[in-house]
C-alpha cells in the first residue's frame, strides 16, 4: 500500500513539525483492507483472557512490591528495571485495551478493570488516557486534538541534544500531564477520572502503611521506566516518530512484543482498533500486501539509542495535519 508522495506534503524548517495535506492513512487502508479481504472482520471482537492478566500482572507487582519495600534503594531500582518495569508496561496495554472496549461487552466493565490495571501505577491516568487516546485515533495529527502530538513549546525546551532528549523520556508522564490545556476540546474530568483518581489514593496509602515507603517506591520507579527512560519506552517514538518520513505510523515486530502484549502491532491496531491484542498478528497475516512494504522497527533497544543520539530526530519529528478527519 502505498504511502502517497512527497508533493503531498510540506517538509518543516528546523525546530518546526512536518505539515500533512491529507487526511490520516488509516481510514483508507481500513476499507481496501476490508474490500480485498472480508473475512477479516471475523478478528473483530473482544478477549475478557485481558482480565486474568490484568489480576496476575498487579498481584506480581504487589508481591514484588512486597518482596523488595525492604531492601537497598539499589535493589529496588534494579528490580524495577528489570522486572517492575515490563509488568506495569502490560498494564498500561491493557489500559489501552479497555479504552477501546475491548476486555468486555460494557463500557462501565471495561472502566472498571481499566482502573484495576492502574491501581499499579501509582500516578493515576487510566480514565484520562481513554478520553485523549480515542480522540488520537479520530483525528491524528491534528495539533488541537491529539494530545499524542507534543506542544510546541515542549518541542522547543528538548531540542535535539541527547541530554534534552533523555529528561524527556526519563520525565515523559511529567510532560504528558502538560497537554490537556492545549486541548480545550476534549473535557478533561468527569466521575470516572474521579474514581480513578481516589482508587489510586486509596492503593497507595495501604501500600505505604502496609508494605512501607520502599514499596511504593518500587511501584512507581516501575511506573516511570515503564514509559521512559527504559528500552520500554521508546515504544512512544516508535508509534509515530518520523524515523522514515513521510510515513507517519510504524510497527515493531521484535522479540518484546511477547511480553508486550503486541503492543507493538501499531500500524495494524490503528487500522483496526476494534481488533483485540491477541489477533493483531494474524491480521498483518491475512492481509500481508498491506503490511510488508510499511518502515517498521525491529529493536526497541536500537530506536531509543538513536532518538537520543540523532541530531535530526526531536520532538518535531511528527506529522500534523491543519483539520479533523471527515468520514465518507
Known amino acids: 500500500f502505498p504511502c502517497p508522495g512527497p508533493e503531498r506534503f510540506m517538509a518543516g524548517e528546523r525546530g518546526a513539525f512536518r505539515v500533512s495535506h491529507t487526511p490520516e492513512p488509516h481510514h483508507l487502508r481500513t476499507q481496501n483492507i476490508l474490500g480485498d479481504h472480508p473475512e477479516v472482520r471475523g478478528l473483530i471482537g473482544r478477549n475478557p483472557w485481558s482480565f486474568a492478566i490484568i489480576v496476575a500482572g498487579v498481584a506480581l507487582q504487589m508481591t514484588l512490591a512486597w518482596g523488595v519495600g525492604s531492601r537497598p534503594w539499589w535493589v529496588i531500582l534494579a528490580v524495577a528495571w528489570l522486572v517492575g518495569a515490563f509488568v506495569n508496561h502490560a498494564m498500561y496495554v491493557m489500559i489501552h485495551e479497555a479504552a477501546h472496549n475491548l476486555i468486555f461487552g460494557r463500557r462501565w466493565q471495561n472502566y472498571l478493570v481499566g482502573i484495576l490495571a492502574d491501581s499499579v501505577n501509582v500516578l493515576p491516568a487510566a480514565i484520562s488516557f481513554r478520553g485523549y487516546h480515542l480522540m488520537h485515533h ?191
Open 138 to 328: 479520530a483525528h491524528q495529527g491534528v495539533y488541537d486534538l491529539d494530545a499524542d502530538v507534543p506542544s510546541r513549546w515542549e518541542a522547543r525546551l528538548i531540542g535535539y541534544g541527547a541530554l534534552g532528549k533523555s529528561l524527556w523520556l526519563l520525565l515523559f508522564p511529567l510532560f504528558q500531564l502538560t497537554r490537556p490545556p492545549r486541548l480545550r476540546q476534549i473535557a478533561f474530568l468527569n466521575r470516572w477520572v474521579l474514581l480513578n483518581w481516589a482508587s489510586a489514593a486509596l492503593v497507595a496509602t495501604f501500600v505505604v502503611l502496609l508494605l512501607g515507603w520502599g514499596a511504593l517506591g518500587y511501584l512507581l520507579a516501575s511506573f516511570f521506566f515503564a514509559v521512559g527512560l527504559h528500552p520500554l519506552g521508546a515504544r512512544w517514538i516508535q508509534e509515530h516518530y518520523l524515523t522514515h518520513d513521510p510515513q507517519e505510523t510504524y510497527s515493531y515486530y521484535g522479540l518484546a512484543n511477547v511480553v508486550a502484549m503486541n503492543v507493538g502491532y501499531h500500524n495494524e491496531h490503528h487500522d483496526f482498533p476494534s481488533i483485540p491484542w491477541n489477533r493483531l498478528p494474524r491480521l498483518k497475516a491475512a492481509a500481508p500486501e498491506y503490511y510488508e512494504g510499511l518502515a517498521y522497527h525491529g529493536s526497541w533497544t536500537g530506536l531509543l539509542l538513536r532518538f537520543v543520539f540523532d541530531q535530526e530526530l526531536s520532538l518535531f519529528s511528527r506529522m500534523i495535519r491543519a483539520r479533523a478527519r471527515t468520514r465518507d
